[in-house]
């Protein structure tokens, strides 16, 4: 059996008896039944995992015996940040679950003309938290031990004017150079992925103006949540460390 992987949201400093979080002790203790004796693996947010043994089950608490810690990054040499406008239903839930999974470091949730999700404050904060459990999700299944930061919804053209000494992509199926084309090396990438309706002129122009760099990946028009995974593999095909 796979030793479960556990995100603890503090700094472990310590090694001995720790006890978790309430989403932890639920999904241990009642989504996996595991028993006192039984080995997890925690980690928190650090370049590091923690080997553990669950010590207590009770109703009030779970409590594991920290053996060890690990040192261990399995972090993409790319850093990458996904500008993803908002796509409806589990379309943007599928796109983070992934994008996690491939490499991706930050991800902000954009707003533009053509989104087709309408929120107010309060659901887009709830939206938020849904959206970094998701991220947590991920990274206990694919091994990662940094859990990438779910940002405040933003307004497009806000998210294009933020200062960054990045490549910036913007991708447009009538681009004239693609991902393989661009020039090396690159380290740091922010990628802008549109609507299921695609940007519009005035914001393809915005773009330009923030010197975003129109790319392409292929012949074919891809549905937005593909775009972007596609574009993610890509990247770290060329400058990452897949492949």
């Known amino acids: 059996m796979r030793i479960p992987r556990i995100y603890h949201p503090s700094p472990i400093h310590q090694l001995g ?43 009030k608490q779970l ?45 902000t949730p954009l707003l533009s003309e053509r989104c087709g999700v309408k929120l107010d404050p309060k659901r887009f904060e709830k939206k938020l938290q849904q959206w970094q459990k998701i991220a947590i999700a991920a990274c206990e299944q694919c091994g990662r031990n940094i859990v990438p930061v779910i940002r405040p919804v933003m307004e497009l053209e806000a998210w294009c004017a933020e200062p960054s000494q990045a490549l910036k992509l913007n991708l447009h199926p009538r681009a004239s150079y693609s991902i393989n084309t661009l020039p090396e090396p690159v380290n740091k990438v922010r990628l802008l992925i549109g609507p299921e ?17 129109e790319t392409l990946l292929g012949p074919r028009v891809l549905r937005t949540e593909t775009a972007a995974l596609t574009a993610i593999t890509a990247l770290q095909v060329r400058f990452g460390d897949l492949g």
């Open 17 to 59: 008896t720790l006890a978790l979080s309430d989403d932890a002790a639920n999904h241990i203790g009642k989504v996996l039944r595991m028993q006192p004796g039984q080995s997890v693996t925690l980690f928190d947010g650090s370049d590091a995992e923690f080997p553990a043994v669950i010590s207590e089950i009770s109703k």
């Open 63 to 107: 409590t594991v015996d920290i053996q060890q810690r690990i040192e261990k990054s399995i972090e993409s040499p790319l850093n990458l940040h996904l500008g993803q406008v908002i796509s409806r239903g589990d379309k943007m839930e599928f796109t983070i679950q992934k994008s996690v999974e491939l490499g991706v470091n930050t991800i």
């Open 197 to 213: 309706g695609g940007l519009s002129e005035q914001e393809i122009a915005m773009t330009e103006q923030y010197h975003f760099a």
